[in-house]
C-alpha cells in the first residue's frame, strides 16, 4: 500500500514538474519575443530621433538580455530531453549580466546630463571587473572538467563491450 502511495506521488510530482517546466518555456519565448519588440522600438526611436550611437549601446543592451534568454531556453531544451540541467548555464547568464551591465551603465551616465565626476564610482566598475574575472575563473574550471569528463566517458566506452553509459 505505501509502495502503491509512493509510486502515485512520483507520478504526480513527474507530472507537476513537467508542467512547470512548459509553463517556464512559454513564459521565456515570451519574455524573448517582448524584449525583441523593446529591441526594435529602441532602434527606430534612435532613428526618428537622429541619435544613432546612443540607441546602437542602448539596443546593445537590450541584446544582452535576449542572450540571456537564449541560454535559458537552450538550457530548458536540454533539460527537457535529458533530464540533466548544467550549473554552467547559471555561470553564463551571471558572465552575460555583469558585461551588460560593464556596456549599459556608462552610457546611462553619459547621457545624464550631469558631471561625470559625480555618477562614476570607479570601486563599482572594479567589483564588476572582478566579479567578471571570478565568473570566468570558475566558467573555465567547470567546462574543462566537463571536457575532462566526456574524454574519460569516451575512451572507457570505447574500450568496454557495452558501450552505453551516461552522463548525469
Known amino acids: 500500500m505505501i509502495a502503491n502511495f509512493e509510486g502515485r506521488l512520483l507520478r504526480a510530482l513527474r ?3 513537467h508542467i512547470l517546466h512548459a509553463f517556464l518555456a512559454i513564459a521565456l519565448v515570451l519574455a524573448s519575443l517582448m524584449v525583441i519588440w523593446e529591441f526594435s522600438a529602441a532602434v527606430i526611436h534612435s532613428v526618428d530621433m537622429n541619435n544613432l550611437a546612443h540607441g546602437f549601446l542602448q539596443s546593445l ?3 544582452f538580455i535576449v542572450w540571456t534568454l537564449s541560454s535559458l531556453i537552450s538550457a530548458e531544451i536540454n533539460y527537457v530531453q535529458t533530464g540533466v540541467f548544467h550549473v554552467v548555464v547559471f555561470i553564463e547568464v551571471a558572465m552575460i549580466t555583469l558585461l551588460r ?4 551603465e556608462p552610457v546611462k551616465i553619459a547621457t545624464a546630463g550631469q558631471d561625470m ?4 564610482n570607479p570601486w563599482h566598475y572594479g567589483l564588476l ?3 567578471l574575472l571570478v565568473i570566468g575563473v570558475l566558467h573555465k574550471l567547470v567546462t574543462s572538467s566537463q571536457k575532462k569528463e566526456l574524454e574519460q566517458e ?4 570505447g574500450h568496454s563491450s557495452t558501450g552505453n553509459r551516461s552522463l548525469s
Open 117 to 120: 565626476e559625480l555618477l562614476f
Open 101 to 104: 551591465q560593464l556596456i549599459v
Open 61 to 63: 543592451g537590450t541584446l
Open 154 to 157: 569516451s575512451s572507457v566506452s
Open 15 to 17: 507530472t507537476f514538474n
Open 129 to 131: 571587473l572582478a566579479s
